[in-house]
C-alpha cells in the first residue's frame, strides 16, 4: 500500500517545500501530473473571469496558456513577442491601459526554449498598478532565478534546475490568486480544478490519508530533491546557475559568436542560446558539436535568423558543462575554441559562488 510507503504527514510538508521554492505568496496545491497539467488548470480556471487576461507568448508555452484561456471561454489579448525577446513592461502597461479591467496578466518567468529571462518583477508592479493580477510559470527558473516577488500565482516543478521528477507540480497561489478561481466549484472533482486539489487534499490532511492515489516514487524523489535544494541554499543554486550562464555567454562572446539573448540580464541562467553564424545550417552546426560531445539544439527557425541551445540547470550548471559545450560550438563552428575557454573560466571564477 502506498500509505505505508509514504507517510501522509509528509504530503502537507512536500506541497510546502515546493511551495516556497515557487516563492510561498499563499496556499499551494500538489498537483499529481507534471507542470503543463498544473498550468492548464490555472488558465482553465483563470479563463472563466468575465474580465479579459493578458497572456504574454515568448514560447509554445505561452501559446498553449492563450489557447487555454480562449478554450475556458476568456477574452484573451495576446503579448506576441519573436523568440528570445523579453517583455517590456511599458508594452504591458500600454496594452492594459488599452484593455481596461483586465483580471490578470499570464507570462512564463524564463525560457529555456529561446533562453530568454523577463522582467517578471516590474511586470508584476506594473499589472497590480492596472489592479490585474499576475500568474507565472516559472517551471524553466525556479532553482535558476529568484522566485517572482508578489505574484499571484506560481506554478513550478522539480523537472529542471530542482534536478527532480517531471511528473508532479505546485501551484502557489496568493489570496488574490485563489479569488481569481471562485468561479470554479471546488467540490467538482477535476484535475483542472485547483481549488477542489486543494480541498481534497486539506480533507486528507485531516483525515490522515493521501489525496488519491498518488505515485510514490515520484512523491518520495520530489522530497529528496527540495532536501537537496534546501542543503545547498537555494542562493547558492541560483548562484551556480548565474555563474554557468557568465561563463557560458563569456566564452561566446571571446570567440566572436553572438549570444541570442543580447543582454546578459535578460538570459536565462538555465539554458543559453546563440545565433547561428552565416554560412552553416543550424542542424549541420548541432550535430558537428554533438559529435564531439556537445549538447546544443536546434531552435525555432525566426525572421531573425537561427539559433541553437543548450541547457545547464540543475546538476548541469557547472563549469565543466559550460567549458564542454564551448568546447564542442566553437569546434564546430571553426571558431577559437581556446579564447572560449579561458574567458569562460575567468567569468566562472569571478562569479562562482
Ligand atoms: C519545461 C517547461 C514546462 C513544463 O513542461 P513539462 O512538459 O511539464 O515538462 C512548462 N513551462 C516551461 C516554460 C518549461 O520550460
Redesign the pocket.
Known amino acids: 500500500m502506498s500509505e505505508t510507503l509514504f507517510p501522509p504527514d509528509r504530503y502537507p510538508r512536500l506541497t510546502d517545500g515546493l511551495g516556497r521554492l515557487a516563492g510561498g505568496a499563499g496556499p499551494s496545491v500538489l498537483v499529481q501530473a507534471?507542470?503543463?497539467v498544473a498550468?492548464e488548470a490555472l488558465a482553465h480556471g483563470i479563463g472563466r473571469s468575465e474580465r479579459p487576461v493578458l497572456s504574454i507568448e515568448s514560447?509554445r508555452?505561452g501559446r498553449l496558456t492563450s489557447a487555454w484561456l480562449r478554450a475556458a471561454g476568456a477574452r484573451v489579448t495576446v503579448l506576441d513577442l519573436p523568440d528570445g525577446e523579453p517583455a517590456d513592461p511599458d508594452r504591458v502597461d500600454a496594452l492594459l491601459r488599452a484593455t481596461p479591467a483586465t483580471a490578470a496578466v499570464l507570462l512564463?518567468q524564463a525560457?529555456?526554449?529561446t533562453g530568454v529571462a523577463h522582467p517578471v518583477d516590474d511586470i508584476v508592479a506594473v499589472a497590480h498598478h492596472h489592479g490585474a493580477a499576475v500568474a507565472v510559470?516559472a517551471?524553466?527558473a525556479v532553482g535558476g532565478l529568484a522566485a517572482p516577488r508578489d505574484a499571484d500565482a506560481v506554478v513550478i516543478?522539480p523537472?529542471?534546475a530542482l534536478d527532480g521528477p517531471?511528473g508532479l507540480s505546485v501551484a502557489t497561489l496568493s489570496d488574490r490568486g485563489w479569488a481569481l478561481l471562485d468561479r470554479q466549484d471546488d467540490t467538482h472533482a477535476s484535475v483542472l480544478n485547483l481549488p477542489y486539489l486543494r480541498r481534497a487534499a486539506a480533507e486528507s490532511a485531516a483525515a490522515g490519508t493521501l489525496p488519491g492515489t498518488p505515485s510514490v516514487p515520484e512523491l518520495a524523489a520530489a522530497e529528496r530533491a527540495v532536501a537537496a535544494v534546501e542543503a545547498e541554499g537555494i542562493e547558492a543554486r541560483i548562484a551556480r546557475h548565474h555563474a554557468t550562464r557568465a561563463a557560458v555567454r563569456a566564452g561566446l562572446l571571446a570567440a566572436g559568436l553572438t549570444p541570442w539573448v543580447a543582454d546578459e540580464r535578460h538570459a536565462n541562467p538555465l539554458a543559453t542560446t546563440v545565433a547561428v553564424p552565416p554560412g552553416v545550417a543550424a542542424p549541420e552546426l548541432a550535430d558537428r558539436a554533438a559529435a564531439v560531445g556537445g549538447h546544443w539544439a536546434v531552435g525555432d527557425s525566426t525572421p531573425r535568423g537561427a539559433y541553437l541551445r543548450v541547457s545547464h540547470y540543475g546538476r548541469h550548471a557547472t563549469l565543466a558543462r559550460a567549458l564542454g559545450e564551448l568546447v564542442a560550438l566553437t569546434h564546430a563552428a571553426h571558431a577559437d575554441t581556446g579564447a572560449a575557454a579561458e574567458a569562460a573560466a575567468d567569468a566562472w571564477l569571478a562569479a562562482a559562488p
Open positions: 507534471e507542470a503543463v498550468l514560447s508555452y512564463t525560457e529555456v526554449l510559470d517551471v524553466a516543478g523537472q529542471k517531471a
